[in-house]
T-cell receptor, first 115, second 114 residues
Framework: EAQVTQNPRYLITVTGKKLTVTCSQNMNHEYMSWYRQDPGLGLRQIYYSMNVEVTDKGDVPEGYKVSRKEKRNFPLILESPSPNQTSLYFC??????????????FGPGTRLTVL | DQQVKQNSPSLSVQEGRISILNCDYTNSMFDYFLWYKKYPAEGPTFLISISSIKDKNEDGRFTVFLNKSAKHLSLHIVPSQPGDSAVYFCAASAPRQGAQKLVFGQGTRLTINP
């Protein structure tokens, strides 16, 4: 089954304790991205990657890191989480065929609470 | 600065009637628009899209209308079914940024009442 998986699905942590949220896709997509969803703000892009070893900032990258060492994986790293990073996080992937119709496929989400 | 706005946080519609979800945008460079649907505890899934060269796109019960002069698009669902109850996100992209760079609205929670 074609899918994007994220782990963990739920996480409660404390300020300053480093954490990683994993994202994996089995569709051989070049493009991967991380979003956060907050009430009243919709989904905002954190980081994206066009291919292995190619990453770039989205609209709200502060406090986050990513890496793309393998095509299928795109982990999101919070080196020193703070309460304002409490949010619902989504990973997404998409092919890069060069057409405007490339659809993004989203993972199920990770609900993160930073105390 | 919210470039894509969905001003109705929620909408309640009776089963069988038409649901109309609205979306406004401010960036005139946007030329491709999408609607995503999200159920609780799941990620958003693509529903329907429209290019700025069109003013209407239809897929079964779902139709998206685009009014470029008003910078407004709407999603019509006819007839509405209980399974349509979800949060709907409008999204837009600009040509230079590619299809993958999406700017999302805040979402509208649609509830279909039996």
């Amino acid at each position: 089954e074609a899918q994007v998986t994220q782990n963990p699905r739920y996480l409660i942590t404390v300020t300053g304790k480093k954490l990683t949220v994993t994202c994996s896709q089995n569709m051989n997509h070049e493009y991967m991205s991380w979003y956060r969803q907050d009430p009243g703000l919709g989904l905002r892009q954190i980081y994206y990657s066009m291919n292995v070893e190619v990453t770039d900032k989205g609209d709200v990258p502060e406090g986050y890191k990513v890496s793309r060492k393998e095509k299928r994986n795109f982990p999101l790293i919070l080196e020193s989480p703070s309460p304002n990073q409490t949010s619902l996080y989504f990973c997404a992937s998409s092919p890069l065929t060069g057409t405007r119709t490339d659809t993004q496929y989203f993972g199920p989400g990770t609900r993160l609470t930073v105390l | 600065d919210q470039q894509v706005k969905q001003n109705s946080p929620s909408l309640s519609v009776q089963e069988g009637r038409i649901s109309i979800l609205n979306c406004d945008y401010t960036n005139s460079m946007f030329d491709y628009f999408l609607w995503y649907k999200k159920y609780p505890a799941e990620g958003p899934t693509f529903l329907i899209s429209i290019s700025s060269i069109k003013d209407k796109n239809e897929d079964g019960r779902f139709t998206v209308f685009l009014n470029k002069s008003a910078k407004h698009l709407s999603l019509h669902i006819v007839p509405s079914q209980p399974g349509d109850s979800a949060v709907y996100f409008c999204a837009a992209s600009a040509p230079r940024q590619g299809a993958q760079k999406l700017v999302f609205g805040q979402g509208t929670r649609l509830t279909i009442n039996p």
